[in-house]
């Protein structure tokens, strides 16, 4: 794919439309040219790993997530170093976003306030709050209070007036049964055979990522993933011509994202 980097970096792996990074986003972010990126969907640290514990495949477990999700700032009370942590991620994404770009932003209770309050403090334009229902969410252990079923992603354009972000809106009425698409989703947490290439704690459903990646881009558009885990954002890319760019700072996370990324190749080649 284009290089579109303003400063050389070292690809951990690159083929023809994707290209992952291995390192911390922050530097990452800096290095890469300004306006060449049209899409941004980030699942960024939710500050979790505070050593609670949950139910998953009904066995009680840690909620630490590793060591990407417990960074100094989740250990302290002061959630204005929370905040500045995802002022200044999406701050250099703002940059790489061409004029009529777009980010979505996926997140819980514990840092989608934040995340919001930052995307208006640097001239973001917030034009949905999704809302994600899971059919099948853990259980509450603790039992006081009520289960959390539901995780929220924003999607918003570069700037509040100057842009017009695309929105497919005949692709997301067809995929709704002819009806408009409302701001709820509703779906299965991430199905086991996405799993297969290896596990992530927070893995997004595959389902979830193509509807973001229909609606809001064109074929052979460039999207970008700042902390994209076990690359579910570049699988539904690949899968519909899209190109992505991914980052994170886990060489055991890039190495599934790569398994993924070459299975939906191969995948495409039977087509």
Request: glycine letters at 8%; hydrophobic letters at 35%; aromatic letters at 10%.
């Amino acid at each position: 794919m284009e290089n579109l980097f303003a400063k050389k970096v070292i690809s951990y792996y690159e083929i023809d439309k994707a290209q992952l990074l291995l390192g911390d986003s922050f530097k990452i972010l800096g290095k890469m040219k300004p306006e060449s990126i049209d899409m941004i969907f980030a699942d960024p640290p939710y500050f979790l790993s505070n050593d609670g514990i949950t139910c998953q495949g009904g066995k009680m477990v840690s909620v630490n997530k590793g060591s990407w999700d417990k960074v100094d700032v989740a250990k302290t009370t002061d959630i204005t170093e929370k905040h500045k942590f995802n002022r200044k991620w999406i701050r250099l994404c703002k940059k790489l976003l061409k004029p009529n770009g777009s980010i979505w932003i996926s997140g819980t209770m514990h840092n989608i306030y934040s995340i919001g309050m930052a995307l208006e403090q640097e001239g973001f334009k917030i034009l949905n709050n999704i809302t994600w229902q899971k059919t099948n969410p853990p259980p509450n252990l603790a039992c006081r209070c009520f289960t959390h079923s539901t995780e929220t992603i924003l999607w918003a354009r570069k700037d509040e007036r100057k842009s017009r972000q695309f929105f497919n809106y005949e692709k997301m009425k067809e995929m709704n049964g002819g009806k408009q698409m409302k701001d709820v989703w509703t779906g299965s947490l991430t199905r086991p055979s996405e799993k297969k290439e290896g596990k992530h704690p927070t893995q997004k459903p595959e389902y979830l990522l193509e509807k973001v990646v229909l609606a809001s881009t064109r074929e052979g558009e460039v999207i970008l993933d700042p902390f994209c885990g076990s690359g579910t954002t570049g699988v539904a890319a690949l899968r519909y011509g899209r190109q992505f760019i991914g980052i994170d700072n886990c060489e055991e996370y890039l190495q599934i994202t790569q398994r993924r990324l070459e299975k939906v190749l191969n995948d495409n080649r039977e087509v």
